[in-house]
């Protein structure tokens, strides 16, 4: 999740969770990390919660559907395991420091034949290939940026640096610093932006619905990235193979397709008067145009989602 101020993930982490072994069969270990704010700015320091039980039996689990979290920035995972025993170390989402600021990454799918050399200050504590990708990108952004980039800067780095991963395998990934989200997809991602006026959604994996009218104020704006959609009755826009995208204030920042990318959202006014409530968001800008893109098709991945 990315969102423009501090927002609760009680909803999406009840539905989230379950498929940790409940509706689905990730059931080798679940984790999050939220980088906490109390106030408008988003939060640098970051909670971290993993586990090797199933989300869906998780004790911390059911602890954290009742947890206040309040953040702009959060990433969620559960495991189903190809790469690494089913332990502590080898469960998702990871952490590490880079310039001062904490990173967290989670990733789906498997990488074959992928061992990059590692000669700097980042090492895998597990035996997963995520990890290990994970260490790679960190110790080339760090080897590419003399000082602390922007998420412009960051984002064309990326965008240069994944396929030397994703050609091994499938790297569906979600990274933030707590600045911003980026996501990209091989075989299956989706998300859905929420903002004013919010509707009622239901839950696809519980039998639950909730207005989220009445749990968002008008400033409220957020968007959501997952393998599957969390709920049945909202537009969730689809990755196309190959795609990366960087939410920023809730918004579509980025995306490497021009034809994926949403309008631009709209300015929240007070019905009372002209002065905007929340500006509108970014235009969304593209690292590749259509016409130069290969993955320029806005259309779901008919790969078999990992």
Excluded at 66 to 93: C, D, F, M, W
Aim: with cysteine; glycine share 6%.
């Amino acid at each position: 999740m990315n969102s423009h101020l501090p927002a609760s993930l009680t909803l999406s982490f009840t539905g989230f969770a379950q498929r940790g072994g409940g509706t689905a069969h990730h059931g080798d270990g679940w984790g999050i990390a939220f980088f906490e704010s109390d106030d408008s700015r988003p939060g640098k320091g970051v909670r971290h919660f993993v586990d090797k039980c199933s989300a869906a039996a998780s004790p911390i689990a059911q602890m954290l559907k009742n947890y206040p979290i309040k953040s702009h920035n959060v990433v969620a995972h559960v495991r189903k395991a190809t790469v690494g025993q089913v332990t502590l170390e080898n469960t998702h989402p990871f952490v590490r420091e880079l310039w001062g600021r904490y990173w967290v990454f989670a990733h789906n799918g498997d990488l074959k034949n992928y061992a990059p050399h590692l000669h700097g200050h980042f090492r895998p504590v597990g035996s997963t290939d995520s990890e290990l990708a994970f260490c790679w990108l960190l110790q080339e952004l760090a080897k590419s940026h003399a000082s602390v980039p922007t998420v412009d800067e960051l984002t064309r780095t990326l965008q240069e640096l994944v396929p030397q991963i994703s050609k091994h395998g499938t790297f569906n990934f979600l990274l933030s610093n707590g600045q911003a989200l980026w996501a990209h997809a091989t075989t299956h991602l989706c998300y859905v932006l929420r903002a004013h006026p919010f509707n009622q959604v239901h839950l696809k994996d519980d039998d639950v619905t909730v207005n989220l009218a009445q749990l968002n104020s008008p400033a409220d704006r957020l968007a959501i990235v997952v393998t599957e959609p969390l709920t049945t009755d909202e537009d969730w826009t689809p990755f196309a193979p190959g795609q990366l995208n960087v939410f920023v204030d809730g918004t579509l920042a980025h995306c490497s397709c021009q034809c994926a990318a949403p309008p631009r959202p709209a300015p929240i006014t007070d019905p009372l008067g002209p002065v905007p409530v929340v500006a509108a968001g970014p235009a969304p800008r593209c690292i590749q145009t259509c016409a130069a893109s290969s993955a320029c098709t806005n259309i779901a991945a008919t790969s078999k989602p990992v």
